[in-house]
């Protein structure tokens, strides 16, 4: 569907006060145009609508009016580079940004991802914050691991008592 009938039916579906059903469109929109602002802008404020300040700040952090308190909840919410880089699914190089704001928080994101990974980034590539991930709770890690033992463990009772029970 065309860009321009899919907003019209956003319009109709914000007037008939089908909110979800709105987001839904703008959310495939801006999955399918990731380089058009005015789609970003659209789309934070449905996510007003919600209260969602978070999301809000995540789909403005390109704009130069854009609300402090937003911004603040996007950045308490993706706390690492990597992670702001993944949530704001630009597509290609900065130069892209019609506004020189954009294109210098798009460059100053990048920057600072490539600064956590240890290497450079560009948006055509996923960046890989699983350093940071990886290092997670001790505790947690030795569970999982231990688990992973017992998970062992049964299966070659199982097979063994299985073994004994064909001989006999």
Request: a negative charge; charged letters at 25%; one cysteine or more.
């Amino acid at each position: 569907m065309p860009l321009r009938d899919t907003l019209a039916r956003v319009d109709a579906d914000l007037a008939a006060g089908r909110v979800p059903v709105a987001r839904q469109r703008l959310r495939g929109l801006v999955s399918s145009y990731p380089n058009d602002l005015p789609l970003r802008r659209r789309l934070a404020e449905v996510y007003r609508l919600y209260a969602e300040p978070a999301e809000a700040g995540r789909w403005m952090y390109l704009e130069q009016d854009r609300d402090e308190a937003e911004t603040a909840a996007f950045e308490a919410r993706y706390r690492s580079a990597p992670q702001r880089m993944r949530a704001l699914a630009w597509q290609g190089p900065e130069s892209h940004a019609r506004t020189t704001f954009a294109r210098d928080q798009l460059a100053a994101v990048r920057a600072a991802c490539s600064e956590a990974v240890g290497h450079a980034v560009d948006w055509d590539t996923e960046p890989s914050d699983r350093h940071e991930d990886s290092e997670g709770n001790p505790l947690t890690n030795f569970l999982a691991g231990a688990g992973c033992v017992v998970a062992v463990l049964a299966f070659v009772a199982i097979w063994v008592n299985g073994l004994v029970a064909l001989v006999d």
